[in-house]
C-alpha cells in the first residue's frame, strides 16, 4: 500500500484524480454574514457537491487508488452518514462491493441516499448509538472479512482528497477579487481541516484557519488539552456529522501545530444558522453544515475576508420541528414551566390575564398527570416576542399565588420535549 505523504503537493496530485468526478463547488458571498462582521464572508458551498457533502473527496480518492487485488476483496467504512454516501457513489462509479456501517440515530435521509447512491453495489448495516460504536463494527468487519477499511477521516488517501478545498477557495477567492484572511472549517474527526491546514500552510501561511466543533462533542479541545487524542465520556449526537468522541491519531498532530485556534459553538447556535441560512441564502445545510458559518459571527475579524465551509446539507426534513424548538431555546424566546394549579375556579384565567404577558404564546399545555389532574402540575410551554421580555415574565410568577417552576435547559423533562 503506497500511501500518500502529507504534503500540499500530495493534495494538488489528488485534486488531479478528482477533477474528472467531484464538482467543483461554488463560493458565495453571504450579506448577511458580512454585515454582521463587517468583513466579506464566503460560503463554500460543499453542500452542492455530489452526494451533497465534501465527504466524496476523501472516499473517492482511496477507493480509486486501490489495487486490482484490493478492489476485489470489497470495501467497508464506519460512517454518520455523509462519509457512507461518498463510499455508496464511489462504489458504483468503480463496480466495487462495499459495506456501509452507520449508527442507529443516522437520519433516514442519510440511509436513504446510501442505497440509491450505491445502485446496489453496497450494503446497509445498522448497528450501535454513536460513530464510535460503527466504526468498532466496521474495523470488526474488515478484520474477519478481508475487506478494506475506507476511514472517513485518518487516512493520508482521506485526508488529502478532502483537502483539495483549499486550492478551489483560494483560486475562486482570487478570481472573484476578495482577499482571503481567515478559513473556517467544521471538525469531527479532523481530517477535513488537516486536509485544508496542510495545503495552506505550504500555499498560503498567511491565512488564519480556526476549527469549529460542537460544543456537546468538542473531541479536538479536549485531545488539545489531554495533549493527545482522548476518548471523550459523553457525545452529543445532534450534530451527526460531527459527532466523533475521538479524533485521529493522523488528524491530530497536524491540527495542533498548524491550526491556529480551535473553538465551540453551542447546538442551539448551530440549529439558529441552520435557519438563517435556509430563510436568507435558502441554503438547506445539515448541523454539521451550519457549524463554520454559525461561527463566523463569533470569530473577531481582521482585514480580509473570512470563508466558512458549508460541509453538507444532507438534512432530513423531519428533524426542523427539533432544530426549530432548539433554536428557539438557544434564543431565549421559548420556555417552559410546571405550573400548578389549585382546583378553584378563575385560576387559568387569572395565569392567562394576570401572568402571561400580551404578545406571549403558549405553545404547550399539558397536565403531567392525564389521569388525574387535580394532585399534578400542568407543563406549559411559553414563546416570547423578544427574549428580554423573560425578566417581566418572572416577575409576574412570583407576584402570582400559583405555584410556578421554571424547567431549566438541560432539565430530564426536555428528553420528552426535544
Known sequence: MNLPQLTADAVDRAAEVLSPVIRRTPLEFSARLSEDAGVPILLKREDQQLA?????????????????????????????????????????????????????????????????????WVELVTTGSSYDEASAAAHADAESSGAIYVHPFDDARTIVGQGTIAPEVVAQAERADYPLDTVIVPVGGGGLISGITLWLHERR???????????????????????????????????????????????????????????????????????????????????AGALASAAARRIEPRDGAMVAIVSGGNNDVSRY?????RSLLHEGLRHYFLVTFPQEPGALRHFLDDVLLDDADIVVFEYVKKNNRETGPALVGIELENAADLDELMSRMQASPLTIELVPPGSPVFSFLL
Do not use: W
Not at 479541545?221 to 466523533?244: N, Q, S, Y
Not at 420541528?321 to 424548538?325: L, R
Open 52 to 120: 451533497r457533502s465534501y465527504k466524496l473527496r476523501g472516499a473517492h480518492h482511496l477507493i480509486a487508488g486501490l489495487t486490482e487485488a484490493e478492489r476485489a476483496r470489497g470495501v467497508v467504512c464506519a460512517s454518520a452518514g455523509n462519509h457512507g454516501q461518498g463510499v455508496a457513489l464511489s462504489c458504483a462509479k468503480l463496480g466495487i462491493r462495499g459495506r456501509v456501517v452507520v449508527p442507529q440515530n443516522t437520519p433516514r435521509q442519510k440511509r436513504q441516499r446510501i442505497l440509491a447512491l450505491g445502485e446496489g
Open 321 to 325: 420541528a427539533e432544530i426549530v424548538e
Open 205 to 287: 501561511p498567511d491565512l488564519r484557519i480556526i476549527g469549529v466543533e460542537p460544543e456537546g462533542t468538542p473531541s479536538m479541545t479536549a485531545a488539545l488539552a489531554h495533549g493527545g487524542p482522548v476518548a471523550l465520556e459523553r457525545i452529543d449526537t445532534f450534530i451527526d456529522g460531527a459527532a466523533v468522541g475521538r479524533v485521529g491519531d493522523l488528524t491530530y498532530p497536524i491540527v495542533r501545530d498548524l491550526v491556529d485556534e480551535v473553538i465551540t459553538v453551542p447546538e442551539g447556535a448551530v440549529c439558529t444558522e441552520m435557519l438563517a441560512l435556509y430563510q436568507t441564502e435558502g441554503v438547506i445545510a445539515e448541523p
